[in-house]
């Protein structure tokens, strides 16, 4: 089992900046993917950010280009996200997650094998 846990969540104001942190513990294994995703009450999960095993490639979704960074930690087992010029409709619960298969759709949560109980984001306006 991989265990992951999220920190770095808060209240911020709109225009604002926070820095999540993800650290995975547990099995080690190699070459896995790390993704962030979020859900606001009453809608669903969004894919937010993704980066592969050598964090030479990175994926966003499209409501967070060139606000978000994704970046993986030297020890690759922790992972980042910088969100600047947050939005009040940034507010959600923000997950890490955790694939080990190689090539697929970063984007899809079906694909990923461990998750994380998240840190809350609020943006206030």
């Known amino acids: 089992q991989v265990q992951l846990v999220e920190s770095g969540g808060g209240l911020v104001q709109a225009g604002g900046s926070l820095r999540l942190s993800c650290a995975a513990s547990g099995r080690t294994f190699s070459n896995y993917a790390m993704g962030w995703f979020r859900q606001a009450p009453g809608k669903e999960r969004e894919f937010v950010a993704a980066?592969?095993?050598?964090?030479?490639?990175?994926y966003y979704g499209d409501s967070v280009k060139g606000r978000f960074t994704i970046s993986r930690g030297n020890a690759k087992s922790t992972v980042y996200l910088q969100m600047n010029s947050l939005k009040p409709e940034d507010t959600a619960l923000y997950s890490c997650?955790?694939?080990?298969?190689?090539?697929?759709?970063?984007?899809?949560?079906?694909?990923?094998?461990?998750w994380g109980q998240g840190t809350q984001v609020t943006v206030s306006s």
């Open positions: 997650a955790v694939v080990k298969r190689l090539g697929v759709d970063y984007s899809d949560s079906g694909w990923y094998d461990y």
């Open positions: 980066i592969s095993w050598s964090g030479g490639n990175r």
